[in-house]
């Protein structure tokens, strides 16, 4: 017990040299290094509770050509390239778990429950817009493209949400059907820890997880105001 005592003692010792010599050689380089200083400010902060449990996510691009071209296109590019839109999409199907109540879980057998779930729910958000020249192969800079003002933004943002809901609204209900498969395996592999076997019921209620409200990540903002 003594040896090992000592044995002990005598690494904390060589521990504390160590650390101590790498502390004053990085000071010395401090020292000569030029002085910087680096100031940061949160501008907005918003923080909320949630309880998603996710099923499955979707990440998808859709290219938009018009043959008509589009209205915020100045004439003289369509005149010269051939241009169609890219549409970064990304989306999300999940459960609220907060939404569950005691009512809706029953005691069907010994470590046997039925639970009945809320109805699947989509976000979705667009993560990316740009313009591409088929002609050249390459894409464009959308502030090079697009003159932007709030009526060429609306616009814009209009034809991303038209795109976004006939690309969802036709492969919507394979992708629910994936998500509550998803979740229902989550649940049963979570509660298996536990030694309880649950049967996942889900609501009737009506609640769709087609397109509804779309949200657009910063950068695209970024894209959009040249900010």
């Known amino acids: 017990m003594g040896d090992a005592l000592l044995f002990m003692f005598a690494g904390l010792v060589v521990g504390g040299v160590i650390i101590g010599a790498i502390a004053v050689l990085l000071r010395r380089k401090g020292d000569g290094a030029p002085l910087r200083e680096v100031r940061s400010e949160m501008l907005a902060e918003k923080v909320r ?12 691009k859709e290219i938009t050509t018009s043959t008509k071209g589009w209205a915020w296109l100045p004439p003289i590019l369509l005149s010269q390239a051939k241009i169609a ?5 990304e989306k999300q199907y999940f459960v609220d778990l907060r939404r569950i109540r005691a009512r809706d879980v029953e005691e069907i057998g010994p470590g046997r429950f039925r639970m009945s779930v809320p109805p699947v ?14 002609q050249a192969g390459r894409i464009l800079g959308l502030l090079d493209v697009i003159q932007m ?16 809901t006939a690309l969802f609204e036709k492969n919507d209900e394979r992708y629910l059907n994936e998500a509550k498969r998803s979740i229902t ?7 298996s820890l536990f030694e309880v076997q649950v049967e996942v019921v889900w609501s009737d ?23």
Do not use: C, W
């Open 205 to 227: 209620e009506a609640r769709s997880a087609v397109t509804g409200e779309m949200s657009v990540e910063p950068e695209v903002t970024r894209k959009l105001t040249g900010v």
């Open 149 to 164: 003002n709030a009526k060429t933004q609306r616009e814009l943002m209009d034809e991303a949400r038209y795109q976004a």
């Open 85 to 89: 839109m890219i549409f970064s999409y």
């Open 49 to 60: 509770t949630v309880g998603k449990l996710v099923g499955l996510e979707v990440h998808a």
């Open 121 to 134: 729910e989509g976000t979705l958000r667009l993560s990316d817009v740009s313009p591409y020249d088929i």
């Open 185 to 191: 395996n989550q649940i049963g592999a979570l509660l």
